[in-house]
């Protein structure tokens, strides 16, 4: 190995977060469902949810495809691909407006779910493969690093979107930073698809996986547990044929079935506490500081989610993935299960972000696993495949919130529209408790499932790479 050629491995890291941080705004759809259902008053609940549940299935999937060509090109074009994929969708999704309602809608899944999903998906692996690779003897804390940034993208582009779409000052945790354009909700797509096209890209070039053979100076392989069985890296047809993969799988769909159904619904869900308790109808004034509060949250709840990957990253290199993950899902199971009595704002965070953190921690945690039963040489093709259950998960996790959600009254509430035209619109108060109990329930069950079924990880043996040297040689050589 010619040491003249390493770059510092934590320059690998600063790029990683340049993707990952614009990657997570994917996070921020509820702050768009009340724009969109006000300006296509036709769309039910279920209907504005579906961009939703599209944008993170092709997400999951394009990761598949993603991870596969990232292993074979390399991480840096694969990325920047995805990052033109990404800003091009949502500068598509501007035309939305210009169709009615049904059109409309379709014409928003196909740029903002399925191109968006696409390069976000494609993007998304390339950091996480690519660090695990440069970082051998701190897996959970690195991918922790390496997707903190995915989950802090909401906190930074919630407040942003919001205050485009409104035309109100940029406001961190209430704290008024500097104004904003009113650019309304069609055109603050586009605006978000130049930034996120911007940085993608610029992030990408940074990245490029390590030399043949990498070791970081002075950590040496752990040796082999005794009896230690000899594969070290397995192909995905060989990963797909385990069953512990697949008790995995549904755990990991499990968290983010949880998880994603309070991220994507989390302003939402405050709107529905927070109208029920004010008399109606509801002033203009009122309506601004309930919606304001609910991009706040989502905000706050990024933060804990971007907390999340790095603590129980961490955490995990120190007890173990299989002890923090049982407590991570007996955590966010027993939040769920009483979410819907947490309807003041202060309890409302509290649970949210409880829920947020323990979801981090399983987007940190699932990759390490990955990395640690399956091997490092195929992970992009590998965690793709695991990915999948995040893709599922966020088609089950906003669906149940919709589809369970019992609509218990209607509120009106005033807007003003062009002309100063005061109208008066309604409010469909929602009861979410039946999906968190399902999501809630299902988190204790996977806690039993990993309490069962999670093996100890079978260390790398330094006479395996030796062995398989000559053929990682060719390999990475491909993907630089």
């Known amino acids: 190995m010619n040491g003249d050629k390493l770059i510092n491995r934590w320059l690998i890291v600063i790029g990683a977060l340049v993707i990952q941080v614009s990657l997570g705004a994917v996070y921020i759809w509820s702050v768009f469902q009340t724009p969109l259902k006000r300006a296509f008053s036709s769309w039910s609940e279920t209907q504005v949810t579906l961009p939703a549940q599209i944008v993170l299935a092709a997400f999951a999937a394009a990761v598949i495809l993603g991870g596969r060509l990232q292993d074979r090109l390399g991480p840096r074009k694969v990325a920047t691909a995805g990052g033109f994929i990404l800003g091009l969708g949502l500068i598509l999704a501007r035309f939305t407006g210009s169709f009615e309602a049904g059109p409309a809608l379709w014409w ?30 701190k897996k959970g804390l690195i991918t ?29 945790l209430g704290v ?15 605006a978000l698809g130049i930034i996120f096209l911007v940085a993608v890209v610029a992030g990408a070039q940074i990245l490029r996986n390590p030399p043949a053979g990498y070791v970081p100076p002075g950590w040496t392989p752990p040796k082999p547990a005794q009896g230690a069985a ?12 385990l069953p512990t993969f697949w008790l995995l799988w549904l755990t990991y769909f499990a968290g983010c079935t949880a998880g994603l159904q309070v991220i994507m619904k989390a302003s939402p869900i405050w709107q529905s506490f927070a109208f029920g308790s004010l008399t109606p109808p509801v002033a203009e004034s009122e309506f601004q500081r309930v919606t304001t509060y609910g991009a706040m949250a989502v905000s706050i709840l990024a933060i804990f989610n971007s907390l999340g990957r ?16 049982v407590a991570m899902f007996l955590i966010c199971g027993a939040v769920m299960l009483v979410l819907n009595s947490m309807q003041t704002y202060s309890l409302y965070l509290f649970g949210i972000c409880v829920v947020g953190l323990c979801f981090g921690g399983y987007l940190a945690l699932y990759p390490a696993v990955t990395a640690d039963l399956y091997g490092t040489k195929h992970l992009g093709a590998n965690y793709g495949w695991m990915f999948s259950a ?49 999501a809630g329930i299902a988190c204790l069950v996977a806690a039993f499932i990993i309490l069962i079924a999670l093996k100890p990880a079978k260390p790398v043996m330094p006479a395996q790479i030796a062995a398989m040297k000559g053929e990682l040689d060719g390999q990475i050589a491909k993907e630089d």
């Open 108 to 137: 928003l899944i196909l740029t903002f779910s399925v191109m968006g999903g696409i390069g976000i998906g494609a993007a998304y692996v390339c950091p996480i493969a690519t660090c695990v690779k440069w970082f051998p003897d």
């Open 230 to 241: 000899a594969k070290v890296d397995f192909t995905p047809t060989e990963m797909l044929k």
């Open 310 to 325: 790095i603590l129980w990253g961490k955490i995990s290199d120190t007890i173990g993935r299989k002890i923090t993950l």
């Open 390 to 438: 995040y893709g599922a998960g966020g088609i089950a996790g906003p669906y149940l919130a919709a589809k369970l959600m019992k609509v218990i009254g209607q509120v009106p509430y005033q807007v003003t529209e062009p002309g100063n035209k005061i109208v008066e619109k309604m409010f469909a108060l929602g009861n979410y408790r039946p999906a968190f109990l399902t």
């Open 176 to 190: 008024k930073l500097f104004p904003l354009p009113e650019l309304e909700v069609f055109n603050t797509f586009m």
């Open 144 to 172: 922790g690093l390496a997707v903190a940034g995915f989950g802090a993208g909401a906190f930074f582009f919630a407040p942003l979107a919001k205050g485009l779409i409104s035309g109100v000052p940029y406001e961190m």
